[in-house]
């Protein structure tokens, strides 16, 4: 079939919306699908041997490394002249929008993916007063869209909650080659720990939304090191609050499977995750997580099974976790073991195969039970 996909991110911008689009336009193409990727520029013409085309772009002044695609009569016209079989809206804000109206002028099916929570985004940056407006905003999309595919199951409940139609679960898959216990180097652990310490590590942007400072409450732990990985607006602050962490800035390929493969103990701080990718990939590598007990890290780590949760507010609850679990290496190898196991099948070739049967629903006219 011939799929269009609009994303309010891609390439050269690296985040989690960003990656699921470039994996499932690889995993469409390898199927024999045509793909038209519709972004904000800069951009790439191409991407998996797909053609994509970019749209104009403003940036935000609190959040300069996010642009805001603007949807155009230029950008209407390259998707009628597409003419897909069904357009994919990947995190509609703005520029989904635009893909929807799309859609609707050729009279297409619309899959929507909830991915960001825009609305736990503005009051992060202090902009709580427009977040009722933002939902109003995302609840009228959504419920344009034929299906609106929800990548956990505490996120389907807030959207149920708040009239959100024709929900289907659609989680994200994991790339078990790049992530995967094998990777674990001794040399890089040897480098990071000189003295023998438990690697703490932390990896994904430093940014306000994160809540990256949290990590300064578990400085001092004994026998412990904290390993950063990634970068962000938040690094300088960082640097400052923890002068002995190994700070690795933004890594990719084999050096971020080897980072996290190494690592004894990895921590989110985020809560506000939809889903929690670096969650996942973590797991998927073998190491036990300390995440918060809210959104999507909820569906994937297992208290006492692969990881442990904390009261996403309570940094002495964080604290105690990480401790508990640095304290206890027969724990800590037994969740290994186990956090491995407990994202196989996940990779994205099956993940692939539930979008299409999503899209096949909507297709054939299901319902988003019936989809589901």
Known sequence: MKVTIVTESFLPRVNGVTNSVCRITEQLAARGHEVLVVAPAPGREHYAGQAVRTVPALTLPCYRSFALGVPTA???????????????????????????AAARELDVPAVAVFQTDVAAFVRRYGLGAISPAVWHWLRRLHARADLTLVPSTPVMDELERRGVPRLALWPRGVDQERFHPRHRSDDLRARLAP???????????LAAEKRPRMLADLAGLPGTRLVVVGDGPELDRLRRLL????????????ELSELVASLDVFVHTGADETFCQAVQEALAAGVPVVAPAA???????????????????????????????VADPLARRLMSLNAARSVRGRGWDMICDRLLAHYSGVLGGATASEAA
């Open 195 to 205: 003295n023998g310490e438990t690697l703490i590590g932390y990896v994904g942007r």
């Open 295 to 325: 959104g999507g890290p909820l569906d994937l780590v297992r208290p006492g099974h692969n990881g442990l949760l904390f009261a996403p507010d309570d940094a002495t609850d964080l604290r105690a976790a990480v401790g508990a679990l």
């Open 243 to 254: 002068p002995d962490a190994a700070f690795t800035g933004f890594r990719t390929g084999r």
């Open 74 to 100: 230029r950008m209407r016209a390259t998707v009628r002249e597409f003419d897909p079989d069904i357009v994919h809206l990947a995190s509609p804000i703005v520029l989904g929008a635009g893909g929807l």
